[in-house]
């Protein structure tokens, strides 16, 4: 069964103060993996697709990377602006639903 | 329309009624989703459509859920007989379907209170 785990549950950081978050995954054949960014009360908004092991993709102060096994999200400097609930999700091959995880809640104290 | 548009954004029943959700995908998007999220829990798929094939509902919970899609357009979810468990948000998504797997656009879902 297609699984995604992501750590912290939930993550308090220092405006300025750099971190990672984690997703890990298993799935029979990788499709696609996403990130989503939630704010409270609204739904996900798209942040990146990675395909393959080795694929970075950047987007202000994020930074999404996968390997065979994980994907992180870098956070450089960020601001409050970027406190919301990150998700990760997978896509497996032949498979059209995205499997996601719990998200990690991100707060970026001023 | 610029983005996923659903209806209502929040609804509160009683229990044993019965609820339709609507949802007005992105203009020219062939694939549509419903997702339920609930309190602690992360996204749970419940079923896709994709243009004039037949849907996935493989992740309807029960037979008291069933969706149609009209037109290749507009979507409702109904609930039938409605259970405290059933209070969720209710997510829908369209998105192109390609080679390539393309992220999707999430609505801002409908808030289901059920008591």
């Known amino acids: 069964e297609d699984q995604v785990t992501q750590s912290p549950e939930a993550l308090r950081l220092q405006e300025g103060e750099s971190s990672s978050l984690n997703c890990s995954y298993t799935?029979?054949?990788?499709?696609?993996l996403f990130w989503y960014r939630q704010d409270p009360g609204k739904g996900p908004e798209f942040l990146f697709t990675?395909?393959?092991a080795g694929e970075e993709k950047e987007k202000e102060r994020l930074k999404a990377t996968l390997t065979k096994k994980e994907s992180f999200l870098h956070i450089t400097a960020p601001k409050p602006e970027d406190s919301a609930t990150y998700l990760c999700?997978?896509?497996?091959?032949?498979?059209?639903?995205?499997?996601f995880g719990q998200g990690t809640r991100l707060t970026i104290n001023p | 329309g610029a983005g996923v548009s659903q209806s209502p954004s929040n609804k509160v029943t009683e229990k044993g009624k019965d609820v339709e959700l609507r949802c007005d995908p992105i203009?020219?998007?062939?694939?549509l989703y419903w997702y339920r999220q609930s309190l602690g829990q992360g996204l749970e798929f419940l079923i896709y459509?994709?243009?004039?094939?037949?849907?996935?509902k493989s992740g309807l919970p029960s037979d008291r859920f069933s969706a149609e899609r009209t037109g290749g357009s507009v979507s409702t979810l109904t609930i039938q007989r409605t259970q405290q468990e059933d209070s969720a948000v209710y997510l829908c998504?369209?998105?192109?379907?390609?080679?390539?797997?393309?992220?999707?656009?999430f609505g801002s879902g409908t808030r289901l209170t059920v008591v």
């Open positions: 203009s020219g998007h062939t694939a």
């Open positions: 990675l395909y393959s």
């Open positions: 999700a997978v896509q497996a091959r032949g498979a059209q639903k995205l499997v």
């Open positions: 799935v029979s054949g990788l499709r696609g």
């Open positions: 459509f994709q243009g004039n094939s037949a849907p996935d």
């Open positions: 998504a369209s998105s192109l379907e390609g080679r390539r797997v393309h992220g999707y656009t």
